[in-house]
């Protein structure tokens, strides 16, 4: 159990902390203002609206039958840090129920809904786990019929926005889709600024012994790229690296060491996929 706690606590409270910001986005604004939202919180408040069922309980049952049938899908840890994800959104939105604003401006609640469910997904994915629902499913079509996961997220939130115009006004639709805009920017934008990464490139003749020694101290690999100088015509190697901004200084001391003449670049990277990092299909 310490070890288990010492190794997941953090995304637990991630978890935590995300699914209570998502619930009161989903209290205090969506359902104050009649909005929709996308995957199983949307299906949820439309079963609200439609036939008077509690968000929490819905939302629960959704996710739950969700995450057995793809239970398979997920790996070990993000098929738990998501049912814990899961089931405190559900007890959060149940005790913060009778939490109202007394808001019924669309404007308002699309902007703060959109910005605290788009924090809350932030936290969640931080913490390597996900909110169910179409997540879930997504993955399930990429196996089967090779969709991609995004795709596959994005079209399954589309249409259960789009079935919220069976049950509600038009107008109360378009701010839905305002509001998914700005959960989408905010959660990028929490993502990002817990996971930022920079990509380093090195010209320098020592670029084997500086590869050897950042693949020690990060446990990322880097690659080496033959080149010719456009001046000279000499021939020279090129390392490429993605490393976390908080080791950066780290690695430039470590090339400085190395090579004092190195010719280094830093930029910033958007998405970083693949072995190691978060992985998309």
């Not at 986005?25 to 996308?38: Q, R, T």
């Not at 989408?184 to 990509?199: C, D, L, Q, S, W």
């Not at 693949?215 to 090129?238: D, I, Q």
Request: proline share 1%; net charge positive; aromatic share 12%.
């Amino acid at each position: 159990m310490k070890k288990f706690i010492q190794e997941h606590y953090k995304n637990v409270l991630f978890c935590l902390i995300g699914s209570f910001i998502n619930a009161l986005g989903v209290n205090l604004f969506i359902i104050g203002a009649n909005m929709g939202d996308g995957g199983t919180i949307g299906i949820a408040l439309a079963l609200k609206y439609t036939l008077g069922f509690s968000p929490a309980i819905s939302s629960l049952i959704i996710n739950t039958l969700v995450i057995i049938i793809g239970w398979k899908f997920l790996s070990k840890w993000t098929a738990v840090y998501t049912f814990i994800t899961n089931t405190s959104l559900s007890l959060f939105l149940d005790l913060t129920s009778s939490w109202h604003l007394g808001l019924h401006d669309f404007i308002i609640s699309a902007v703060f809904g959109g910005v605290f469910i788009g924090i809350g997904s932030g936290f969640i994915i931080a913490a390597n786990s996900t909110s169910g629902g179409t997540s879930v499913v997504a993955k399930m079509l990429n196996k089967y019929f090779d969709v991609k996961t995004s795709q596959g997220i994005f079209i399954l939130d589309g249409i259960v926005v789009l079935s919220f115009l069976l049950v509600l006004p038009v107008k109360n639709v378009l701010f839905t889709v305002i509001m998914l805009f700005i959960t989408e920017r905010a959660t990028a934008f929490i993502v990002e600024g817990f996971n930022p990464k920079k990509a380093v490139t090195v010209i320098s003749s020592e670029n084997e012994e500086i590869s050897d020694a950042i693949n020690s101290f990060t446990g990322r690999g880097s690659t080496l790229l033959n080149g010719k100088g456009g001046y000279g015509k000499t021939e020279t190697s090129m390392l490429y690296v993605v490393v976390p901004q908080s080791q950066v200084t780290r690695v430039k001391r470590m090339i400085s060491e190395i090579d004092d003449n190195a010719f280094l670049v830093i930029h910033d990277v958007r998405d970083v996929l693949g072995n190691g990092f978060m992985n998309v299909k």
